[in-house]
């Protein structure tokens, strides 16, 4: 057995969690480029917070997923501003969008220098800007990996400026940010966080360490998901979710991920849709394909008693096996109303790039099966 695990220097996790940043930020530096959503004024808070500690900040908004041209413009402006310190508030857009530019901030403002599969994928020589992670929605776990992703218009792909130096100095997760997140909004980003805790526990780079977040955070999406979905203002199940994305962060970060994000970041470059709802529409496919696969060859009986833990997880049934959990993610997909692939353009034709462009994402060398193009083209007809 061998394995690696790294993660941010500094995780602060609970309600009210947000009043500690001012004194954490000091640490850092006193000229901060905060990186909020589309919304800055949902940052006011913070800013207040930074202002009344003495901190100078410099606002820089991400309207929407961050392209390789929105990390270059960020650099500009951190350097103008003479930032030393670069803050997301956010989802997962602005801390990817932050986390790239306190990279770049100290090593050169090309993104193309840096980014694998379309860049020249050259390793980051200086340390990052000290950087901090503030999630506003519990879905991603940026806030504990060590990669940004950025979209290129231009090559119709999303790929990854990745380096251990750029895990965050700091995350800072309060469950209070999440509650004014509209349902829509909640389903993807809590399906994305269950992604991120079930491919983990399945990956071909799974280990123990993260094994035990995976089985936590599974037990905890199971009984607070839907809850957050139907009630927003569900502290307790708000709680459970960013403690879900938190450990899916710390999970995929060390044991990678597989077919549902091998997926998604090609998706995400061709069509225009979120990260989350992709892995919301694509979930309960690939796993009944991927368990369809598990259960007519000869896997070990490892991976098949984890599939049938993950029924057990889900559906608080310890009887259950693992159709029983696909039928739950089934189930739970139709009643938060996840839209279909179709929904955002996709269409057969698409279906020859599509797979081609996944077949050599990274994510997808972690899935536990070595999927065919015909079970590749049968997820994606499912997800239709």
């Known amino acids: 057995m061998r394995f690696e695990f790294a993660t941010a220097n500094r995780v602060m996790f609970g309600v009210g969690a947000l009043a500690e940043v001012g004194e954490l930020a000091k640490e850092f530096g006193m000229q901060a480029l905060v990186v909020t959503g589309s919304d800055p004024d949902r940052a006011a808070p913070l800013l207040s917070i930074l202002q009344k500690t003495g901190l100078k900040s410099?606002?820089?908004?991400?309207?929407?997923?961050?392209?390789?041209?929105?990390?270059?413009?960020?650099?500009k402006?951190?350097?103008?501003?003479?930032?030393?310190?670069?803050?997301?508030?956010?989802?997962?857009?602005?801390?990817d969008a932050g986390k790239a530019i306190a990279a770049l901030a100290t090593n050169g403002d090309d993104p193309l220098d840096f980014l694998e599969v379309i860049g020249r994928g050259k390793p980051l020589t200086n340390p990052p800007l000290p950087f901090i992670a503030i999630p506003t929605t519990a879905g991603t776990g940026s806030e504990v990996t060590r990669n940004a992703v950025l979209a290129?218009?231009?090559h119709r792909v999303k790929v990854s400026l990745r380096s251990r130096e750029m895990l965050p100095r700091a995350?800072?997760?309060?469950?209070?940010?999440?509650?004014?997140?509209?349902p829509s909004i909640t389903a993807s980003t809590g399906l994305d966080a269950l992604t991120q805790v079930i491919e983990p526990y399945l990956s071909t780079r799974r280990n123990p360490l993260t094994d035990g977040f995976c089985r936590e955070g599974m037990r905890r999406a199971a009984q607070s998901l839907h809850r957050?979905?139907?009630?927003?203002?569900?502290?307790?199940?708000?709680?459970?979710?960013?403690?879900?994305?938190?450990?899916?962060?710390?999970?995929?970060?060390?044991?990678?991920?597989?077919?549902?994000?091998?997926?998604?970041?090609?998706?995400?470059?061709?069509?225009?849709?979120?990260?989350?709802?992709?892995?919301?529409?694509?979930?309960?496919?690939?796993?009944?394909?991927?368990?369809?696969?598990?259960?007519?060859?000869?896997?070990?009986?490892?991976?098949?008693?984890?599939?049938?833990?993950?029924?057990h997880l889900l559906t608080g049934n310890p009887t259950a096996v693992g159709e029983d959990g696909v039928a739950w993610l089934m189930d739970l997909c139709q009643a938060m109303e996840v839209p279909s692939l179709g929904s955002y353009g996709l269409t057969r034709a698409d279906f020859p790039a599509l797979i081609e462009k996944s077949t050599v994402s990274s994510s997808m060398k972690g899935n536990p099966v070595l999927l065919t193009e015909a079970e590749m083209t049968e997820i994606l007809d499912r997800a239709m």
């Open 152 to 154: 290129s218009k231009e």
């Open 58 to 75: 410099t606002g820089f908004s991400v309207p929407g997923e961050p392209t390789v041209a929105l990390a270059k413009e960020g650099t």
């Open 228 to 311: 957050a979905y139907k009630n927003g203002k569900d502290i307790e199940a708000r709680t459970d979710m960013s403690l879900v994305s938190l450990m899916g962060g710390l999970a995929l970060a060390n044991a990678g991920l597989g077919a549902v994000h091998g997926f998604a970041g090609p998706f995400g470059g061709m069509f225009d849709a979120a990260h989350g709802a992709i892995c919301a529409a694509l979930l309960p496919h690939v796993m009944a394909i991927n368990l369809q696969a598990i259960r007519t060859q000869n896997f070990s009986a490892d991976l098949t008693a984890r599939f049938d833990e993950i029924g």
């Open 171 to 182: 995350a800072l997760v309060d469950p209070e940010l999440t509650l004014s997140v509209p």
């Open 77 to 95: 402006i951190a350097s103008e501003a003479a930032c030393d310190l670069v803050i997301s508030f956010g989802g997962g857009s602005a801390i």
